[in-house]
């Protein structure tokens, strides 16, 4: 069931699927909720999914002004704040990984569990990057022009002001990982555009964080390896910890 929400002053359009505990899904970057497509929708039989499109992307308009992580944090905050009771569990796959995260660090007490999908927390690990200087794939434009309501001629208008603020934007630093309250899930392709030595240290600077890297896999990784990674996730998002019989990073850790 598709609606819209009031958010920041942005008609925000999200969709919502499934009952149970919520689940809230971030797209990525330039992208939309069809992101989790034939991969993370799946967990409808699961959860209550809600599946937001952020300002600029898939069927929710532009506004005037930046679109930049913090901002975008800022909106889910307060989309989290007006849809859900109480913390949830959040998902974000790459941008919107990276906008999950900036929320767990803002406002820890808004999520229960985190799962970030070929994200980081600085520019600096990222191998690739948007770019205005360049045409865009022709799927993404074709996707872009079907469902927003800006229309295709301004997709360029969106590009520059995400490109804008990968360059502009100073991310996380380590020490702002320590804020993270929840556990964590740190997901990645062993061929992602995210360096795998980043991955690592967003791994390392969570204080209680479990790490997958997909084998055989690209930062499409939820398309390549659906099944998989579906897996990992739910078996993450589901259960407790499981005591090891060899602990060496979490031997020292309270419980």
């Known amino acids: 069931m598709a609606d819209y929400v009031d958010v920041n002053g942005v008609r925000t359009w999200y969709d919502e699927r499934g ?34 499109e952020r300002r600029g992307h898939g069927h929710t308009a532009d506004v005037e002004g930046p679109i930049t992580i913090g901002v975008m944090a800022q909106d889910t905050i307060e989309f989290l704040e007006k849809t859900v009771d109480g913390p949830v569990r959040l998902a974000g796959y790459s941008a919107g990984a990276l906008v999950a995260l900036w929320v767990a660090v ?37 996707a872009y022009a079907e469902v927003s309501p800006d229309g295709p001629d301004h997709f360029p208008v969106v590009i520059a002001k995400v490109a804008r603020s990968v360059s502009e934007e ?10 993270v309250a929840c556990p964590t899930l740190v997901m990645a392709a062993d061929d992602d555009i995210v360096t795998l030595e980043h991955t690592l240290a ?18 499409l990784l939820l398309h390549e390896k659906p099944e998989l990674c579906v897996r990992l996730i739910t078996d993450f998002l589901t259960t407790g910890p499981t005591p090891t019989w060899m602990p060496v990073r979490r031997a020292a850790r309270p419980g």
């Open 106 to 142: 803002r406002r820890p007490d808004l999520v229960d569990r985190l799962v970030l999908v070929s994200g980081g927390f600085h520019p600096d690990g990222m191998i690739l990057r948007p770019t205005a200087d360049a045409p865009p794939p022709a799927p993404l434009v074709a």
């Open 170 to 179: 100073q991310g996380l630093a380590s020490a702002d990982l320590d804020a």
């Open 19 to 52: 009952e149970g505990d919520p689940l809230v899904l971030l797209h990525g970057g330039l992208t939309d909720s069809r992101d989790f497509t034939g991969n993370l929708d799946a967990l409808a039989d699961r959860f209550r999914l809600l599946l937001p």
């Open 202 to 219: 967003l791994y390392r600077g969570l204080r209680d964080a479990q790490l997958a890297v997909v084998p055989g896999t690209s930062h």
